[in-house]
């Protein structure tokens, strides 16, 4: 595979093996802490004809934020890394999975969504009338885990405990191990049939998850028999407990793949029947929807020895979704990063970092220059901004609000490279926009470098702004050191 890492001045160069290019990035790139640093395809896509940009823009995005990009699939860190990126992969609720799930034939946990403790009763009443469940489960709908753990699933015994126990879900704040201190804002509940319902068998719930692993470059199905709420803890501290099942992508998911699975979870009889159709109908469904990872925990065998998804974690692809319109009418902005979510709007490769000069640039090969060029000046990104190669007014306008609205930021370093797109456009868009949002508050630095890249520092020079221009690289981080020890 080749890697494309950015020279001074706009001269992409191919490096045919990965490992030197790493170490070289690793070497040389001070913007990138790159201990665990490893490269990741892109989801689907064959291994052959990449581009070298998406690759860049890959490496760039795992490295810079590792936190933000390593929040997925607790357990599994290492595997799915770039898979848990926000901007890579659409997040959905639980009821959402669900139905996906269901439409591929996979049995769930019944249940029906409600916004209001009154459409829970509504809704309890209405599972008891369909399927004779008397008890029902309240679950918070948030696009986080651990929701057990943190008071956001109640068993409710009758009407008067629903009504009670929704009215106290819906508009809490829910704090769960994954959701950060600040927690989650509470808007639905998915009122669920009771399914651990006592019976001729034990219950048991199992742990299951299907996704890409990047090494191998296959799918692979993780399992255990510890399913449950403290799966984190089992792939802690007992990994054994883990398996893979890897899927070869020429023949799919065989039978007797699904059959090793049931066996190695001590499944008989029915319960081992039943779980091999569960297994293919998952598989099935992760493969139709483009997803990027599905994690069910847990799977629960009932005590009639039926197999169903209590829980659904389903990511899909972002690259994918305009393959599934349905799917992405799905996405609830209200969960995602505001910032973030404003960019995509925009149009925006946007990735909020932690430090005190906002970037605007066009390229992720350029825009990981410039990220080292502020640290060599002194200074620490506050995030990765590309805003691809149409950079106008309106880019540019969007672009500065959306650095703006991070109080951390002290300047801002425009670096555009004007190869269609000529530097006195964007001079003249950088001059509108300033013009259109009125004051802005810190300096911002302008390096235009490319066709009419004279032109374009003239017109920034005469226009009376508080922007200065730089055309070399080396201007722009000197300028940048200046404004910083202002
Ligand atoms: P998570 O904590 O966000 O992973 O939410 P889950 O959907 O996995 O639910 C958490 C836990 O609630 C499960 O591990 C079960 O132990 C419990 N739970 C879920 N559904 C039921 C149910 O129908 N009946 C009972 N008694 N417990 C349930
Ligand atoms: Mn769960």
Redesign the pocket.
């Known amino acids: 595979m080749a890697i494309a890492i950015w020279y001074e001045d706009g001269v992409y160069k191919l490096i045919e093996y990965t490992l030197r290019a790493l170490k070289y990035i690793t070497e040389t790139h001070p913007s990138i802490l790159a201990t665990r640093a490893s490269i990741h395809y892109p989801l689907h896509c064959p291994p052959a004809p990449r581009s070298s940009h998406l690759i860049v823009k890959t490496l760039l995005i795992i490295l810079a934020k590792p936190n933000k990009v390593g929040c997925g699939p607790l357990p599994f860190k290492q595997n799915c890394r770039f898979t848990a990126n926000s901007s890579k992969s659409m997040n959905i609720h ?1 009821y959402q999975g669900k139905a996906i799930l269901k439409s591929f034939g996979v049995r769930v ?1 019944e249940g029906i969504v409600a916004d209001t403790p009154e459409e829970a009763v509504t809704a309890a009443q209405k599972l008891k009338e369909d399927l004779g469940s008397s ?3 309240i ?1 918070a709908q948030i696009h ?7 008071g ?2 109640k ?1 409710a015994k009758n009407h008067d405990q629903v009504k009670e126990i929704a009215g106290n879900i819906i508009g809490m704040q829910l704090v ?1 191990p994954q959701t950060g201190p600040e927690g989650k804002k509470v808007k639905k509940v998915l009122v ?5 319902y006592p019976g001729e068998s034990e219950t048991k ?1 199992f742990y299951m998850s299907v996704l890409l692993d990047r090494a191998k470059g296959r799918n692979i199905i993780m399992y255990s028999t510890e ?3 403290d799966i984190e803890e089992v792939a802690h501290s007992t990994p054994e407990l883990i398996f893979k099942e890897e899927i070869d992508p020429k023949v799919g998911l065989q039978g007797f793949q699904t059959r090793k699975i049931a066996f190695n979870l001590g499944l008989s009889g029915e319960a081992f029947k039943d779980m091999t159709k569960f297994i293919a109908a998952l598989y099935k469904a992760y493969d139709a929807t483009d997803s990027s990872q599905f994690e069910i ?2 799977v ?1 065998k009932t005590s009639d020895n039926k197999i169903l998804a ?2 659904a974690k389903v990511n899909i692809d972002d690259n994918a979704l305009y393959r599934h319109p349905d799917y992405a009418a799905m996405r609830d902005t209200d969960e995602e990063d505001p910032t973030e979510v404003e960019a995509s709007k925009s149009n925006l490769n946007y990735v909020k970092l932690d430090g005190n000069v906002g970037c605007m640039v066009n390229g992720a090969g350029l825009a990981m220059a410039t990220m080292d060029i502020i640290k060599i000046a002194g200074g620490e990104p506050a995030n990765f901004l590309d805003v691809g190669g149409t950079a106008n007014a309106e880019t540019v306008k969007a672009g500065f609000n959306i650095i703006l609205s991070d109080p951390n930021v002290k300047a801002i370093l425009i670096n555009i490279f004007g190869g269609i797109v000529r530097c006195d456009r964007v001079a003249q868009g950088v001059i509108d926009a300033y013009k259109e949002i009125g004051n802005i508050p810190v300096p911002i630095i302008v390096r235009l470098q490319g066709t009419n890249a004279a032109e374009a520092k003239a017109l920034i020079d005469n226009s009376g702004l508080k922007v200065y221009s730089a055309i070399l690289l080396k201007e722009a981080a000197e300028r940048v050191k200046e404004v910083l020890a202002l």
Request: net charge negative; aromatic share 6%.
């Open positions: 639980e946990q008890w029902v489960v679950k986080a885990g651990g929701r057990g753990k943190g956001g699933v068993l769960t669920a049939q009771d399914v651990y719930e399913g449950g709420m925990n847990p629960l209590v829980d």
